[in-house]
């Protein structure tokens, strides 16, 4: 199995790609198909009633199954994307929101040991601050894209979750909106994502990432914090190079990590030229170029390596680094 890296919104994000691209020859009608998939949902213990009313006014979405298949072939660089991802309107926004949901962001960030600003960059990079979430119900959009067939085990997996998210009351049926991959709400959690690390911020018993910003907050700090974060680092910082490296010095893997100390004994500088920072403790950072060797080039800590566990896309985790470094 391989990976492919889509655009979802204002971010992006990763499902598993087969092998197979061509769509999967059918017998069946889409109305069959949905018998089989309410048959799926009730052997594994969704109530019936959960199932019958997600159903109900069920459609194959042509625009999700378009959406797919157009993804662009052409890969922009990091010096385009970055304007576009973090545009200096979307910092006067970050900076905003950080400003009025303050008190909320230190107590949820207190609580989960995250920094409240990576908190609102991860929100604004995935949904603009909650205000581009996507328009498609994602019952309809999880069971075109499994009915389209070529990602099938995924999104039936996924529509299967989702109707576990409705049988435990967190949001209807009408109000489960996303994207025409079904990442949904705020944070474009996919349902099994939602599953796993979405929160109830505001205790009143539910997970509403699509309306409610504290637990809009909650979910994405419990996300990192479950993934690895750690609150007393930062995300790492773009460096120079004063000598070239060996292609094999970068990336993001285990054995390719190096102190501070060893990296600045290679040749690394800060984005000044000066020497790397002195830490308290000699922590592991991994040099990466996103493009290439002569392009940006960064040091990352293991908290980036935690956001790529969010989104496996290198542009995306310094889109949200560079937001969160904004927010002052």
């Known amino acids: ?12 994000f990763s499902i598993p790609v087969f092998a197979q691209d061509s769509l999967v020859d059918r017998d069946i009608s889409f109305e069959a198909y949905v018998e089989t998939l309410k048959t799926q949902a009730i052997e594994q213990g969704i109530r019936p009633n959960t199932v019958n009313q997600a159903f109900d006014s069920i459609e194959f979405k042509h625009h999700a199954v378009k959406a797919d298949r157009s993804q662009p072939e052409h890969k922009i660089t990091l ?5 576009r991802a973090v545009p200096g309107w979307k910092i006067k926004q ?3 929101k950080y400003a009025q949901h303050r008190q909320e962001l230190d107590r949820i960030g207190a609580k989960y040991s995250v920094q409240p600003r990576f908190i609102v960059a991860l929100w604004g990079v995935e ?19 499994a009915f389209e067939g070529r990602r099938e085990t995924f999104f039936r997996n996924e529509l299967m979750h989702a109707l576990t998210i409705l049988d435990e009351g967190h949001i209807t049926a009408d109000d489960m909106k996303g994207s025409w991959a079904g990442a949904m709400g705020q944070p474009q959690f ?21 309306g409610n910003e504290s637990d809009v907050f909650a979910s994405a700090a419990n996300y990192l914090k479950q993934s690895g974060w750690d609150h007393t680092y930062t995300w790492g910082r773009e460096v120079k190079v004063s000598k070239p490296l060996a292609t094999e010095l970068y990336g993001r893997q285990k054995g390719q990590a190096k102190t501070l100390t060893q990296w600045q004994a290679l040749g690394v500088r800060n984005q000044q ?6 830490l308290k ?12 060797p002569s392009g940006r080039t960064y040091l990352v800590y293991n908290n980036y390596q935690v956001l790529m566990k969010w989104n496996r896309s290198y ?3 310094l889109a949200v680094s560079q937001l969160a470094d904004s927010i002052r």
Do not use: H
């Not at 949904?127 to 894209?145: H, K, P, Q, R």
């Open 1 to 12: 199995m391989r990976t492919r890296t889509f655009a979802c919104l204002l971010g992006l």
């Open 79 to 83: 010096e385009q994307y970055l304007p």
């Open 94 to 96: 970050a900076n905003k």
């Open 127 to 145: 949904s603009n601050f909650g205000s581009l979430t996507g328009g498609f119900g994602v019952i309809d959009a999880l069971t075109t894209m």
């Open 190 to 210: 996919m349902p099994s994502s939602f599953l796993k690390y979405a929160a109830d911020g505001n205790g009143d018993g539910t997970k509403n990432i699509w």
């Open 273 to 278: 030229g000066q020497d790397l920072p002195v």
């Open 281 to 292: 403790s000699d922590i592991d950072a991994w040099l990466i170029a996103p493009d290439s």
């Open 315 to 317: 542009y995306f985790g």
